[in-house]
């Protein structure tokens, strides 16, 4: 059984919109997983991330997350691919973050960096070595049992 830690989470206000991301766990053959780095510019820049982005209005978080993967990474895959795996609810200082995650093995192409972003396959061992924010760190005991 994994322990949990007793979060306190702050009302939902008008100040602090809900935002909805999809994002993926790209695995390959060697079960390492893509990280991209925010880019500069960005919030939380120079974190590392899983691939993924906004659902805008009238998506479904599978049809946003292939379209993301495709903007971001030059690669893809289907809703088929995309195997429901957790999602994260965490309260950042200007909003709330829920965010779907899906499993990802099967795309087509090889991910590169569309947007500036870095990238980098991480094993399992490593993953504790990228900074990432608050949220993304939350799925790695998740993953733990996964890859």
């Not at 429901?84 to 950042?92: C, D, G, I, Q, R």
């Not at 991480?122 to 993304?136: C, G, I, N, R, V």
């Amino acid at each position: 059984m994994t322990a949990c830690s007793l979060i306190s989470l702050p009302p939902l206000t008008a100040t602090r919109p809900l935002l909805l991301v999809a994002a993926a766990v790209l695995i390959d053959d060697r079960n390492r997983v893509l990280l991209a780095q925010r880019p500069e510019g960005k919030s939380m820049a120079g974190l590392w991330e899983f691939p993924g982005g906004k659902v805008d209005a009238g998506e479904v978080p599978e049809h946003a997350l292939t379209r993301e993967l495709r903007e971001e990474l030059g690669i893809e895959t289907s809703a088929g691919c995309l195997q429901p795996l957790t999602f994260v609810s965490h309260a950042y200082e200007d909003f709330h973050l829920l965010m779907p995650l899906f499993a990802c093995r099967v795309w087509q192409g090889t991910p590169h960096p569309c947007e500036g972003q870095q990238l980098a396959w991480a094993a399992k061992s490593e993953w504790k070595t990228y900074p990432m924010p608050p949220a993304d760190e939350r799925i790695l005991p998740i993953l733990f049992e996964l890859v």
